[in-house]
């Protein structure tokens, strides 16, 4: 192969961050001494295996694209198997045990492809900018709405992290760990995670732990689901369920909240830099994104069919805390299935905290201006890490705080997000069609119906439920 080839195959790698500071040792000779970074380092490796793989595959042909695939995977998958997180699989059990499969069948997976929409957009935006999105806002929209995004944030993502907790404190109980016990060697997995000093080995960690979201599909087979009624209700929807009205809202709010929130505008537009991803690769992180979505689509709907026993055979679900679905569930679905629902929330919980505790590392390393990536050691980006554990820490420690009402937290903490979505969508739509920014991939006019609809139906359900809020004899 000539040397142009090879040349327009390993892509010219530019530092994601320019304003990071220079390594603490000199690399490299010349003019190159102490300008690159650690983390400049280990992203050109990995941009280096991506082309190496790109030309290696061309001889080998679809093996060779796989491969390619395979080191460029990741922020979408993880994204939405975070987002299938602690409060989210409690809420799709919570919906399957009191309503049964009807309607929420087929409104989650609505749900799902409103999150691919909104995701989509930050594989584009990280790709072309290489910046992380809390940085782009604050350079595009200034201060007040960069503080604005960043309160809404941290406010989101440390009522999340408290719901992880409590949803991994939940799962062990089942397998009768003290809380103080499980809350610890949670958080104890947490930190080796974070603190491994590379993005590629903490993002494939992470992604063998997300695996286990999986567990709740032999969990849904061993409930005996009549998939007759699982395929009428996917082809035609069941009509909005009876009951009390305010408590159907509240968990339609935390639905829609269960996939689409903006933390993962964050992480994923993060992790995409963090993983040096080019807008060449811009296909790849779609089709990413999209088996994310795929699979994260199909756990929920396979936690709603699981805890459908209880709809079916007329249990009270109020009458369960948000730990107790596993126990409740296990004269139907046997110990077995029980334990594997019991484990799915666990890693539900887990997964979630490495990833949202990630992402606020991400939003506030950028607003400072300070080393925020995996790829650096702790000594070089102690604030980005401290961010990092610190919160992690606190949720922990207030998971054990008692009598907590868990299963309010649990729902509370998704119609929140759904709450807060609206601007941080007005602000991501502003940014993907601002062409002195994206350039030709900017969205088109079909990228923005889709992201002007998802916005609207997100501030519908928001205004429905501050009407049902303030005025409640509406639902009556």
Same mark, same amino acid.
């Given at each position: 192969?000539? &040397?142009?080839?090879?040349?327009?195959?390993?892509?010219?790698?530019?530092?994601?961050?320019?304003?990071?500071? %220079?390594?603490?040792?000199?690399?490299?000779?010349?003019?190159? @001494?102490?300008?690159?970074?650690?983390?400049?380092?280990?992203?050109?490796?990995?941009?280096?295996?991506?082309?190496?793989?790109?030309?290696?595959?061309?001889?080998? #042909?679809?093996?060779?694209?796989?491969?390619?695939?395979?080191?460029?995977?990741?922020?979408?998958?993880?994204?939405?198997? #975070?987002?299938?997180?602690?409060?989210?699989?409690?809420?799709?059990?919570?919906?399957?045990? *009191?309503?049964?499969?009807?309607?929420?069948?087929?409104?989650?997976?609505?749900?799902?492809?409103? #999150?691919?929409?909104?995701?989509?957009?930050?594989?584009?935006?990280?790709?072309? $900018?290489?910046?992380?999105?809390?940085?782009?806002?604050?350079? *595009?929209?200034? %201060?007040?709405?960069?503080?604005?995004?960043? @309160?809404?944030?941290?406010?989101?993502?440390?009522?999340?992290?408290?719901?992880?907790?409590?949803?991994?404190? @939940?799962?062990?109980?089942?397998?009768?760990?003290?809380?103080?016990?499980?809350?610890?060697?949670?958080?104890?997995?947490?930190?080796?995670?974070? $603190?491994?000093?590379?993005?590629?080995?903490?993002?494939?960690?992470?992604? #063998?732990? !997300? +695996?286990?979201?999986?567990?709740?599909?032999?969990?849904?087979?061993?409930?005996?689901?009549?998939?007759?009624?699982?395929?009428? @209700?996917?082809?035609?929807?069941?009509?909005?369920?009876?009951?009390?009205?305010?408590?159907?809202?509240?968990?339609?709010?935390?639905?829609?909240?269960? $996939?689409?929130? %903006?933390?993962?505008?964050?992480? &994923? &537009?993060?992790?995409?830099?963090?993983?040096?991803?080019?807008?060449?690769?811009?296909?790849?992180?779609?089709?990413?994104?999209?088996?994310?979505?795929?699979?994260?689509?199909?756990?929920?709907?396979?936690?709603?069919? !699981?805890? !459908?026993?209880?709809?079916?055979?007329?249990?009270?679900?109020?009458?369960? &805390?948000?730990?107790?679905?596993?126990?409740?569930?296990?004269?139907?679905?046997?110990?077995?299935?029980?334990?594997?629902?019991?484990?799915?929330?666990?890693?539900?919980?887990?997964?979630?905290?490495?990833? +949202?505790?990630?992402?606020?590392?991400?939003?506030?390393?950028?607003?400072?201006? $300070?080393?925020?990536?995996?790829?650096?050691?702790?000594?070089?980006?102690?604030?980005?890490?401290?961010?990092?554990?610190?919160?992690?820490?606190?949720?922990?420690?207030?998971?054990?705080?008692?009598?907590?009402?868990?299963?309010?937290?649990?729902?509370?903490?998704?119609?929140?997000?759904?709450?807060?979505?609206?601007?941080?969508?007005?602000?991501?739509?502003?940014?993907?069609?601002?062409?002195?920014?994206?350039?030709?991939?900017?969205?088109?006019?079909?990228?923005?119906?889709?992201?002007?609809?998802?916005?609207?139906?997100?501030?519908?359900?928001?205004?429905?439920?501050?009407?049902?809020?303030?005025?409640?004899?509406?639902?009556?």
């Amino acid at each position: 192969m000539d &040397q142009s080839r090879h040349k327009h195959e390993a892509e010219a790698y530019q530092p994601a961050h320019p304003t990071a500071e %220079p390594a603490s040792a000199s690399v490299g000779t010349g003019n190159l @001494a102490g300008l690159l970074t650690h983390e400049d380092i280990d992203r050109a490796r990995d941009r280096w295996r991506v082309a190496k793989a790109r030309i290696q595959g061309r001889r080998a #042909g679809s093996f060779g694209g796989l491969w390619v695939f395979w080191l460029l995977v990741g922020p979408g998958i993880l994204v939405f198997l #975070g987002e299938n997180d602690a409060p989210s699989m409690l809420s799709y059990a919570a919906t399957g045990a *009191r309503y049964g499969i009807g309607f929420f069948v087929p409104f989650v997976v609505l749900t799902f492809a409103m #999150g691919f929409v909104v995701q989509e957009m930050t594989v584009r935006l990280g790709a072309v $900018t290489h910046r992380g999105h809390a940085e782009l806002i604050f350079d *595009r929209f200034g %201060p007040f709405w960069g503080f604005f995004t960043m @309160a809404d944030l941290i406010l989101g993502n440390f009522l999340t992290l408290v719901a992880e907790f409590i949803g991994v404190r @939940a799962g062990l109980s089942f397998f009768g760990v003290r809380p103080s016990l499980a809350v610890g060697s949670v958080l104890l997995v947490v930190v080796a995670a974070i $603190t491994t000093g590379r993005y590629w080995t903490w993002e494939r960690i992470t992604m #063998g732990l !997300a +695996i286990f979201n999986g567990l709740f599909v032999p969990a849904a087979l061993l409930a005996h689901p009549a998939w007759h009624e699982v395929g009428r @209700a996917l082809l035609r929807w069941s009509p909005f369920p009876r009951g009390n009205r305010s408590e159907i809202l509240l968990l339609i709010l935390s639905t829609i909240g269960a $996939t689409v929130t %903006p933390w993962m505008l964050f992480f &994923q &537009q993060g992790a995409v830099v963090d993983k040096g991803m080019q807008p060449r690769d811009i296909s790849t992180g779609r089709l990413d994104t999209l088996l994310g979505t795929i699979l994260a689509a199909i756990f929920a709907v396979a936690t709603i069919l !699981a805890t !459908a026993p209880l709809f079916h055979h007329g249990i009270n679900a109020g009458d369960f &805390q948000a730990g107790e679905f596993a126990q409740a569930l296990e004269p139907w679905i046997g110990h077995v299935g029980a334990a594997m629902f019991a484990l799915g929330i666990i890693e539900a919980g887990l997964v979630a905290a490495i990833a +949202i505790a990630t992402s606020c590392g991400y939003a506030f390393g950028e607003v400072l201006h $300070t080393g925020h990536s995996l790829n650096r050691p702790l000594r070089e980006a102690w604030p980005f890490y401290s961010i990092l554990l610190g919160s992690a820490c606190l949720a922990a420690g207030l998971v054990l705080i008692p009598n907590a009402p868990l299963e309010f937290i649990i729902l509370m903490v998704n119609v929140i997000a759904v709450l807060a979505m609206p601007p941080a969508l007005a602000l991501l739509l502003l940014l993907v069609n601002d062409r002195d920014v994206m350039g030709k991939y900017a969205n088109g006019l079909w990228a923005n119906l889709a992201g002007i609809t998802v916005t609207v139906l997100l501030v519908v359900a928001g205004l429905g439920f501050g009407l049902a809020t303030v005025f409640p004899h509406l639902l009556h």
